[in-house]
Nanobody, 123 residues
Framework: QVQLIESGGGLVQAGGSLRLSCAAS????????MGWFRQAPGLEREFVAA????????VYSDSVKGRFTISRDNRKNTVYLQMNSLKPEDTAVYYC????????????????WGQGTQVTVSS
């Protein structure tokens, strides 16, 4: 089973950018749909973006569309989330996860999960 480790989180001012990475080990990374989710304090975890196994198809939540870009490098077993024009409401713990299905945005279809990386956007 694939294991996932996120990195790249941090503190950034509103309008700034961050790039998150999620490195996979074990399993066959290139066969998985990969997704990013986030969870803000007191709220449920929500879908952010997903990318199919080849990287040719992506899907985004309305709240990040046009600002965030998901990509993957199957040679490096890594999926990325480029986050631009960050807003305070983007503050959350960001998780990556794998799925055997496409097109999926529901949390129930994803697993395993990484441990998460904190993103804090100051106003």
């Amino acid at each position: 089973q694939v294991q996932l480790i996120e990195s790249g989180g941090g503190l950034v001012q509103a309008g700034g950018s961050l790039r998150l990475s999620c490195a996979a080990s074990g399993g066959t990374f290139s066969s998985y749909t990969m997704g990013w989710f986030r969870q803000a304090p007191g709220l449920e975890r929500e879908f952010v973006a997903a990318i199919n196994w080849s990287g040719e198809s992506t899907v985004y939540s309305d709240s990040v569309k046009g600002r965030f870009t998901i990509s993957r490098d199957n040679r490096k077993n890594t999926v990325y989330l480029q986050m631009n024009s960050l807003k305070p409401e983007d503050t959350a713990v960001y998780y990556c996860a794998a799925s055997a299905r496409w097109i999926v945005t529901e949390e129930a279809f994803f697993g395993p999960w990484g441990q998460g990386t904190q993103v804090t956007v100051s106003s």
